[in-house]
């Protein structure tokens, strides 16, 4: 007899008996002998049938169905409510174009489907995006391109229609080709893929379509004009329809994006070393999530270049003028991602397996909480400037503060070696291994690059303030500042 | 008077002079003395007529836009040298426009811009995609919304008509607004938003031309065939000129992307050290290129993940199957980037302001870079073992030296107060202190961290392994490593 035996983690055993001679009928005769521990109860069910089994299988396949289903729109729920401009911005869509399918539904003039109505549809599925800058730079796009292609058609056809019935068809196919062709090559280089990306598609797909019509010239002119109308009444509405009802400016969100990634970094930089030096693990949860807030800016140069290439297209709003100075602020993105990946390694410094003692610890735990309660304050008065749009009155005295507590904090290395003398000789061995010290070296001198990559920061937004002419300081906020932070007044009078 | 005067670098000095009763008078009476240094010849240009000054003023002109025009057509060729496939691209688009007109020409069935031919034009132009995935997607989902969509709009279409006159404007309009604020809230879901995007897009485009179109239900039918099959016609015609005629897959490009990546990481990490532990500074420039490798790494989450998006459209090609698993190599380049964050801070610090005496670097110099190279051999053979598809049979090996070096460094780190004593000592100082050889303590805990963070890398590299099924290893491979680099083969005796 074969035997296979297995022992479950409750004490009983099942064994599978199978006879010894043949494979092909142990189907048949599988013995199941199970050792159950004593005063167990033991209840043996038999199979059921197809139509039981399939029934079950149904009932569990739908409640599977039903429980992805309630999830997925339980996650969609939770989209809407977290930010309810997206719901804004789909009624807004369905709102834009209802209006055009009814202002064309109401003139009789330009019914059906093949008519031209359908460009003035067209236009607006694909004109309106969820920023104000999308929209103009698609709209903008589509009616150069749609105006500039069909020109330079007309013309092709013109030549096409001269050259005789013979050369008509070689002259239009090749023009297409070639044009084409160089059209899509030059959606390759980098400055026109920002700018012009979307119109390059209409003019080829203009062009193409002109060329191949089989109307006459003079038809064609009136076709156009045609279109070119009813794609103007598409952009109209799509823009009407964006600006009026709460729109959405991506030059804004850019702005607070940048301000919100600032804010995060400072309370991920604050999280970190709160985490590495306090042992009070109560609110882990809360704090690593907090510390992780510069995944945030690692990630979010995307999402940075493609507002700030909106952004160029909308007219001023709010604080922002036409001209305002959007790559500044691409700047200052890059220069946050520099202090991040910095960040980042200290990170994975305080969570790597080797570990300072507290003793250790302790000696350069004051300053460096402080040099980064200092770094942190440096950022959000930057976030706070931003925002506002003013130059601060305080910065340059916090940053002052920062590099004193970059120079306490050497001053602390400095005296490390007799410190750890003391406390080898109060712990009764010969010296502190240096390989005790290491981890909060490393601390130390990663949170120095730190300050160092801050004050990178700090340029990028003082030359952003400089372009786009923040206000400047006035007399009764330096009050303000020293009464929200003590500890600032205090260093005030020590300079 | 009111002066004002400057000296120039030169010596010259000039000095303007203003009467001092009237600021209104100044431009008339403005007086310039210029003194010069005794010798200088000196030469008074008088203003050139209008005429002149414009002939000079185009002249400039024009040449600036010569250069300006030269410049960006030396870019543009540049860009076609430098990766030929995009002309190759270019030309393939224009071949399939080219060959959609001819067909349509040739057909007097579809004449005219306005019949069904413009269809095939239309998806020929947007579904014309870089990579074959991103053909297959495009065409994909126009091909499936649009089915979809009319078969829908003929439903709402048939309801509409059958409530009369009256009631038919208000249910179009109103299923036009609910179907596309719910098609376009549907985007912001992340899973909708990278697989069916552009299918969003055709769907409320079709949804709202067929509802807005005044046709009746059968001739609605009629049309509904004829467009399916232009736009199969252009879609066909699409992914034959794509995947025949020099296809670019979009797999391939990612799994050629890491494998690049990988490549420079490595090559990078050799550049720091190198940069920072020698002093021979000819071929600096050269170093520092190399060095920066990293910043490929940091810069091309995007890529990977819309390659990896749309790579799995694409069917089996070369070794890669159909359902590939594109997410791994996702997590591949995210293990890679984390790596890269931490070659960044050290790049930082080895150019930071604060050094080590050389004689303080020599200590660890070569602990580090032994650690280094063993981090390169590592990433390198990793890079290969994906280049290849195959197992690694030396990776093993090759990790336990990297972690065996690991292990000299902190012996070196532990040994390294005693020696800077013996060092002091030698140059007559009491102690070394700590604050010189803090930057290279900081340098070697984050060659530390960098090879933990490369054993990341191995792990994702496994599992993609795994799941896309590497070559196993074979007998004759352990050789070939081992005679490529002796001291492999010595620590394998050692070992």
């Known amino acids: 007899m074969a035997k296979d035996s297995k022992t479950t983690s409750s004490g009983m055993e099942w064994r599978m008996t199978l006879p010894d001679n043949s494979s092909a009928r142990a189907e048949q005769c599988v013995e199941w002998q199970v050792t159950v521990p004593e005063g167990s109860t033991v209840k043996v069910e038999h199979e059921t049938g197809i139509v039981a089994r399939a029934w079950a299988w149904l009932v569990r396949f739908l409640v599977m169905l039903k429980d992805k289903f309630v ?19 789909a009624f807004k869509v369905g709102l834009a174009l209802a209006l055009v399918t009814l202002f064309y539904y109401t003139r009789p003039l330009y019914e059906g489907v093949g008519g031209t109505a359908m460009w003035a549809v067209m236009t607006v599925v694909v004109v309106f995006e969820y920023t104000v800058g999308g929209c103009f730079y698609k709209g903008f796009n589509r009616a150069t391109a749609t105006v500039t292609a069909g020109f330079i058609a007309l013309g092709v056809h013109w030549i096409a229609h001269q050259s005789g019935k013979q050369f008509e068809p ?13 059209a899509t090559f030059s959606r390759f280089v980098p400055t026109i893929k920002t700018k012009f990306d979307y119109g390059i598609t209409i003019f080829i797909l203009t062009f193409s379509l002109v060329a191949v019509s089989g109307y006459r010239v003079d038809e064609l002119f009136q076709m156009a004009q045609q279109r070119i109308s009813t794609i103007a009444v598409g952009i109209f509405i799509c823009l009407c329809v964006c600006i009026m009802i709460r729109p959405v400016w991506a030059g804004q969100e850019l702005h607070l994006l940048i301000v919100r990634n600032m804010e995060k970094l400072a309370t991920s930089l604050e999280g970190c070393i709160e985490e ?11 704090r690593s999530q907090k510390s992780l807030g510069y995944k945030a800016v690692l990630n979010s140069k995307a999402s940075e270049e493609s507002q700030a290439n909106l952004a160029r297209w ?30 980042e390694t200290l990170n994975g410094c305080i969570n790597s397996d080797i570990q300072a ?3 250790v610890k302790e000696c350069l735990s004051d300053e460096c909480k402080k040099l980064v309660t200092q770094c942190a304050m440096v950022l959000k008065e930057l976030s706070k400037s931003i925002k506002e749009m003013a130059q601060s009155s305080s910065l340059d005295l916090l940053v002052g503060n920062m590099n004193m507590a970059v120079q306490d904090l050497q001053d ?11 406390e080898a000789q109060v712990q009764n061995v010969a010296t502190m291994p240096l390989m005790e010290v290491l981890p909060v070296i490393t601390v130390a001198s990663l949170l120095t690059e730190i300050s160092v990559r ?25 009050e303000k500042v020293s009464t929200s932070n003590d500890e600032t007044k205090k260093t005030i009078e020590v300079i």
Request: hydrophobic share 35%; net charge negative; with cysteine.
């Open 454 to 478: 801050i004050e990178g920061v700090m340029d990028a937004v003082d030359s952003l303030g400089e372009l786009s002419g923040f206000k400047p300081v006035s007399d009764d906020k330096p």
């Open 314 to 343: 909308e007219p001023r709003h709010g604080q922002f003028g036409f001209r305002h100075p959007w790559s500044e602020y691409l700047k200052v993105g890059i220069s946050m991602r520099y202090t991040a990946y910095c960040i």
């Open 276 to 286: 590495y030096f306090e042992e009070d693990l109560n609110s882990e949860k809360e």
């Open 412 to 422: 602390a290395l400095r005296s490390l070696p007799s410190q750890l003398q003391e």
């Open 357 to 359: 003692s507290n003793s």
């Open 170 to 182: 070689v002259i239009l196919s090749s023009s297409v080709f070639l044009l084409a062709s160089a």
């Open 71 to 89: 999830g997925f729109f339980k996650n969609v729920w939770q989209l809407g409510v977290d930010d309810p401009r997206k719901v804004i911005h």
